[in-house]
């Protein structure tokens, strides 16, 4: 895991609690864009547009320096499990 991903991957961690994670950086390893799959009961209830607020909020100390993220939202594991990033 890159600095990058191990820094997104902690603060989702500690503001969602995610029954599922997985963040990778797709900028070919430069860190300018991000894919992120998170399933967390946060997320039960709201629109996929609140849910990417919520994502977007955590990460704004750091989403200045990336060009662009790739978010995948949901409220259970079992909704996301199918949306796996493709390695």
Do not use: W
Not at 50 to 61: A, G, P, W, Y
Not at 66 to 77: M, P, Y
């Amino acid at each position: 895991m890159t600095s990058g991903e191990q820094d997104i991957h902690a603060l989702l961690t500690k503001r969602f609690k995610p029954a599922h994670l997985q963040v990778q950086d797709v900028s070919g390893g430069c860190g300018s864009f991000y894919a992120i799959v998170v399933a967390s009961k946060e997320f039960a209830g709201l629109n996929t547009v609140k849910q990417h607020r919520m994502v977007n909020e955590c990460l704004k100390d750091i989403i200045g320096g990336i060009h662009g993220l790739q978010v995948s939202a949901g409220a259970t594991e079992e909704k996301r499990s199918s949306e796996r990033i493709a390695s």
